[in-house]
């Protein structure tokens, strides 16, 4: 009897724990006077030839994964934009959470439309609490100057 309450007891703990790690509440997408969190995340996309040759047209994908998920669990959530004619992105994620890990992935998807075909690349995000990138005022966290320099394949 002993071990089946030890066990009912240890299942309990381990599913609230499962529960509170895959579930955003809302004091993780919130602000402590309860706005909705906004993240911006922009850069842009050069050849690596030199910052004078940005790239139009690069399939850039924002998505979100559990920090502490396994490596090979998908997404949470994805985004999409392409690179303007100045090798600019932006992205406008409502409520963000600390508790995931945020990439951006560059693509190029047009083959020799925009220059040649260029290889892939990837910058991780990690948001921190606390951040001077985080403005209180506005319920915003900015992460600015994300540049991919894409070396041709």
Not at 47 to 76: H, Q, R, T
Not at 106 to 121: C, F, L, P
Request: hydrophobic residues 35%; negative net charge.
């Amino acid at each position: 009897m002993k071990n089946r309450i030890l066990y009912t007891f240890f299942l309990f703990v381990t599913t609230v724990f499962a529960v509170r790690c895959a579930v955003d509440l809302p004091e993780d997408i919130l602000d402590s006077d309860g706005h909705e969190n906004l993240l911006l995340v922009g850069g842009s996309v050069y050849s690596k030839e030199g910052p004078d040759k940005p790239i139009m047209g690069i399939k850039i994908v924002l998505s979100s994964y559990l920090k502490y998920a396994p490596v090979n669990e998908g997404p949470i959530e994805s985004m999409t934009v392409y690179s303007t004619s100045d090798g600019m992105f932006r992205f406008q994620w409502p409520n963000f959470s600390y508790k995931y890990i945020y990439r951006l992935e560059a693509e190029d998807v047009d083959g020799q439309e925009n220059g040649g075909e260029y290889k892939s690349d990837r910058i991780e995000i990690n948001l921190l609490k606390g951040s001077p990138s985080y403005d209180k005022s506005t319920s915003t966290y900015k992460v600015e100057g994300n540049f991919f320099y894409l070396e041709k394949k």
